[in-house]
């Protein structure tokens, strides 16, 4: 049980550090956000920004709720261990 969640810790922490490293990247990849960016003021940057934040916290918060539910809910449909094959008459 304690090495699980070890192991569900590094996991994290290396997710973590892998969505750090990757926003560089990604930032520069959309050309339009860059030109109206480049040609607006001060409000309209951080409304972009805003806007950036919006769209990616409901997806994140989703996959985040789905792999919680999924790992709580992983042992449910693991055939017990004394439990006879059903597909063996096959």
Same mark, same amino acid.
């Given at each position: 049980?304690?090495e699980s969640?070890f192991?569900?810790a590094?996991?994290?922490?290396? #997710?973590?550090?892998l969505?750090?490293? *990757?926003? !560089? %990247?990604?930032?520069?990849?959309? &050309?339009?956000?860059y030109?109206?960016? =480049?040609?607006? #003021? =001060?409000r309209?940057? *951080? %409304?972009?920004?805003? #806007?950036i934040?919006?769209l990616?916290? !409901? ?12 790992y709580?809910k992983r042992?449910q449909?693991? !055939? *017990?261990?004394?439990a !006879? $094959? &059903? $597909?063996?008459?096959?």
């Open positions: 049980m304690r969640r192991r569900l590094r996991l994290a922490l290396a #997710g973590f550090i969505l750090l490293t *990757a926003v !560089p %990247a990604f930032s520069q990849s959309c &050309s339009l956000c030109t109206q960016a =480049a040609s607006a #003021g =001060a309209m940057i *951080a %409304a972009l920004q805003i #806007g934040v919006v990616v916290i !409901p997806p994140t918060l989703g996959s985040i709720g789905m792999i919680f539910v999924v709580r042992n449909v693991r !055939p *017990a261990a004394g !006879p $094959d &059903s $597909d063996s008459s096959w």
